[in-house]
């Protein structure tokens, strides 16, 4: 199969799998016991206006054509409205959804390195007390609940050491503007990079250190994985030829572990960083919480303070196609690499 | 023969090998130290209203935030609840949750896992794309969206966490089926009559067993920290039961008074409860399918 047709053979099974995820969110929101209108409100409410309120939603009509209603405005970027104050739930998800990027690529980076790292002393120092060590990290890391991690960071580094803020993305008051073009100002959301398009380093270090602790928390929680995924991968590797090939020509061990070995197990580790995109993304609503870190998954447990459904099922949808894409990318950037897949 | 003399014979049939355990590497002893810590937390936890020193949910059985001391070993936090007492009964929820939402998965996991892997064609496509869908949610998110709508419960919760779970049983199962069909004695077992059922039941569930308890263990570590994690955003239990979840939700908020025992213990016993868990299953699944040791 050429990647091409591989391409569209992906694509065309991506479509029936997303319908089903919109379904099973609708489903979820309309079908379950207890109408979510009437949810909203806790206690009774008089029917006039509890009819009132769900016309405003569009909620009135039978389940069919909001099933309908809902496909069409999801197929033009409408996330629903607000259960608190009818407004946008699309416009709220688009200026969280850029923190969220932020800490999930920061802590994706500290994960991979972690775990690599991890993993690839354990594997060249095969059963010894340190290669054990690092194995027992690796399992404890993951029965950690990310919350825990992260209210223990806060506590030592946030508040008895005082190295970095205990939450939060920003010093109050500052945002960083991005790149300015003629008194335009192009920014990314992401405040990393907008700080450095920006040419600010004062607003760097605090972006880099509000976004520490959180991504520390999320990364070491997620790294196991990749320490197991690496020892093993460079186990198998370090008894294959073309290793002993490299050691008798003289290369120093390093370069055959780091150079040779481990340039062999980043195919399985690209693959395994899609696998665990859904778990990290997880992750961050459970982080962004502990930390305040203003971004999706902060507003999702927001909404649900407020029992507000459509905004729930908007975010939860949004959660799902996200995740869908990248694994989809992923998929693709896997077969170009390694062309056995296409088969 | 008296109850106890056939106890007695199982756990004499028993021992040779749990001694063994320790002479099969990494897994066996990841067996022991999990299965220790397990049993330990669940005795604990049975025990519970016996070692209590205080009542868990009665308010003001100390000074609020008190640090550890003699008369309160692990302190006591905002509503002058007594931790230790917490600590000890905290479990409860944990392990009800947990094995609820796994005996929901197997309920549902393990007879569409079978059945539709067996039959293949259109029923095995269908169960594996809306399997594969739901595998591919971030678990939490959709345990949130289920538990929203549902609302608070020890019944609500499993049943959130089960509905992520379910797609695990179903792909290893699905993956041990596809290859068990094709056995010869499946065959025959066929030839001789067997109806469907029979040969699921009979023949190709008890090959697939040790996968299931295997799956099921680890299941419990993840049963455990989603539980937490509902908690966490808000979708607990009520204050009324202790629940160490709830101690590391609200114990959040105390951290800038530096009441660090609020949640340093119910953090521990949450990690201590979920790394039993880990180990245990990872061992079994290293026991059962023992490739080479790594």
Redesign the interface.
């Known amino acids: 199969m050429s990647l091409k047709s591989y391409i569209i053979a992906r694509v065309l099974l991506t479509i029936p799998m997303i319908m089903l995820l919109l379904t099973f969110v609708f489903l979820i929101i309309r079908v379950l016991p207890g109408d979510p209108a009437s949810l909203h409100f806790e206690k009774n409410v008089d029917p006039a206006t509890l009819l009132a309120f769900k016309k405003q939603l569009g909620m009135d009509k039978p389940l069919p054509i909001q099933y309908v209603d809902y496909l069409v405005g999801l197929f033009h970027g409408d996330f629903g409205r607000s259960m608190q104050d009818f407004s946008p739930v699309s416009q709220q998800i688009f200026s969280a959804f850029p923190a969220t990027l932020e800490l999930a690529l920061c802590s994706t980076i500290i994960m991979v390195v972690l775990g690599v790292f991890l993993g690839a002393v354990a594997g060249r120092s095969y059963n010894t007390m340190r290669d054990h060590s690092i194995r027992i990290f690796g399992i404890t890391s993951y029965a950690i609940p990310v919350f825990f991690l992260g209210e223990v960071l806060i506590m030592v580094f946030g508040i008895y050491l005082r190295w970095f803020p205990a939450g939060g993305r920003m010093y109050p008051g500052i945002t960083p503007l991005g790149l300015s073009i003629g008194g335009t100002h192009y920014a990314t959301g992401l405040y990393v990079l907008d700080s450095l398009l920006e040419g600010n380093l004062e607003k760097l270090s605090y972006a880099i250190r509000y976004l520490t602790l959180p991504s520390l928390a999320l990364g070491t929680v997620l790294c196991g994985i990749f320490i197991r995924l690496t020892r093993s991968n460079m186990l198998e590797t370090l008894q294959l030829d073309f290793v002993a090939a490299a050691r008798a020509r003289g290369l120093k061990e390093r370069t055959v572990v780091y150079g040779y070995a481990l340039r062999n197990a980043f195919l399985p580790i690209l693959t395994m960083m899609g696998l665990q995109f859904a778990a990290l993304l997880a992750g961050a609503v459970l982080t962004e919480t502990t930390f305040s870190w203003p971004g999706l998954g902060r507003y999702l447990v927001d909404r649900i303070s407020f029992r507000d459904y459509t905004a729930i099922q908007g975010v939860v949808v949004f959660f799902g196609l996200i995740v869908t894409i990248v694994s989809l990318v992923v998929d693709i950037l896997y077969a170009y690499l390694d062309p056995r897949i296409r088969l | 023969m008296s109850e106890d003399e056939t106890y007695g014979r199982i756990f004499l049939r028993l021992l040779p090998r749990i001694r063994g355990l320790s002479k099969r590497g ?1 897994a066996g002893w990841a067996i022991l130290v999990g299965g220790t810590i397990v049993s330990l937390l669940a005795i604990m936890t049975v025990l519970a209203p016996w070692i209590s020193p205080y009542d868990p949910i009665a308010i003001n059985v100390g000074p609020l935030l008190s640090p550890p001391s003699s008369q309160y070993p692990l302190g006591t936090n905002h509503l002058g609840q007594d931790m230790l007492s917490r600590v000890i009964s905290g479990g409860a929820i944990m392990f009800q949750v947990s094995i609820l939402s796994v005996i929901v998965c197997l309920l549902v996991g393990v007879p569409i896992g079978l059945f539709a892997s067996f039959k293949g064609g259109f029923t095995d496509k269908m169960s594996s ?2 399997m ?3 595998y ?7 345990a ?3 538990a ?4 608070p419960g020890v019944v609500n919760m499993a049943l959130s966490i089960a509905v992520v779970y379910v797609p695990s049983y179903f792909r290893i199962i699905r993956s041990q089926v596809l290859t068990i069909k094709e056995l010869p004695y499946v065959d025959a077992a066929r030839m001789m009559g067997a109806k469907t059922r029979t040969t699921l039941v009979s023949y190709i569930l008890p090959n697939v067993v040790p996968s299931i308890v295997a799956v099921a263990t680890i299941n419990f ?1 993840d049963a455990i ?1 989603t539980a ?2 509902l908690t ?4 607990g239990l009520s204050v009324s039961t202790p629940d160490w979840g709830w101690d ?1 939700t609200y ?2 908020r105390l ?2 008074s ?1 009441a ?1 025992w609020v ?2 213990f119910p ?1 521990l016993m ?2 201590l409860l ?2 039993g868990f ?2 245990l299953g ?1 061992g079994l699944s290293e026991l059962f399918s023992p490739r080479l040791e ?1």
């Open positions: 990494l794309l809306v594969d869908s739901i591919a949610f971030p678990g939490l998110v959709l949130i969206a289920i929203a709508m549902l609302g570590a920290l937490a994690g966490f955003v808000g979708l590391l114990g959040r951290l800038t530096g660090w949640i340093a953090g949450v990690v979920a790394l880990t180990l990872e790594k």
